[in-house]
């Protein structure tokens, strides 16, 4: 069985930071060694959040990117999207038609979903440019130095892949975080701009954790 994102990132990613860490800035930094992890726990699908569309418009809409993104890059193989999006093949079907999705030239024109390599060297650097001002700037460089080449071990070890759920999941936090700070925290302003009952957003928000 496959291991989901966060036990990869424990068991195999977590050493690795703790490894480089140690090596090059001299000391175990558990908290930036734990906030580098947090980061790369969470689904790697970079997409924008427009909160000017309802929340069923956007969740559409993000739904139609990341099995877009998917399709091209199993080539429009239906049976391998359904296995990495943890679907099944009747409904990512019904979901093509449903998105107007376009899958016919996808085998002339391959696109890769991302660029993983390129988004763990983000969630690092993003991360450890927080420390900078409690660390040594020597050994800080030094680390520095050695993000890239720390990138491409991690990015061997996490799944190529993520569920459509576990995208999904993150994609609202990220568009509900949003829309509710646009509206000053008040929950029934930003049902009504997003075109959510008050008590199904006060729901989700409850159970995404979004505060």
């Not at 090596?23 to 970079?46: A, C, N, T």
């Not at 099944?88 to 660029?115: C, F, G, N, S």
């Not at 509206?183 to 979004?210: D, F, P, Q």
């Amino acid at each position: 069985m496959r291991m989901k994102l966060d036990e990869v990132v424990d068991v195999r990613v977590k050493p690795l930071i703790e490894g480089a860490v140690h090596k090059y800035i001299g000391m175990h930094l558990s908290q930036l060694e734990q906030d580098v992890s947090d980061r790369l726990k969470k689904p790697l699908f970079d997409y924008p959040v427009d909160t000017s569309r309802t929340f069923r418009q956007a969740r559409q809409l993000f739904r139609k990117a990341f099995l877009s993104a998917l399709l091209e890059r199993h080539l429009g193989n239906v049976s391998e999207v359904a296995a990495c999006a943890g679907i099944k093949r009747e409904t990512i079907h019904r979901l093509i038609k449903q998105l107007d999705i376009a899958v016919t030239d996808m085998r002339k024109h391959p696109a890769p979903i991302y660029q993983q390599e390129d988004m763990v060297r983000s969630a690092i650097q993003k991360t450890v440019q927080v420390y900078k001002p409690s660390l040594n700037q020597d050994k800080y460089d030094n680390f520095y130095t050695q993000i890239e080449h720390l990138s491409k071990e991690i990015a061997k070890e996490l799944p190529e892949e993520w569920d459509l759920a576990q995208a999904e999941t993150e994609w609202e936090k990220r568009f509900l975080r949003k829309a509710v700070k646009e509206h000053g925290g008040n929950v029934s302003k930003t049902a009504r701009a997003i075109g959510l009952r008050y008590e199904t957003l006060h729901r989700k928000l409850k159970a995404l954790e979004v505060g």
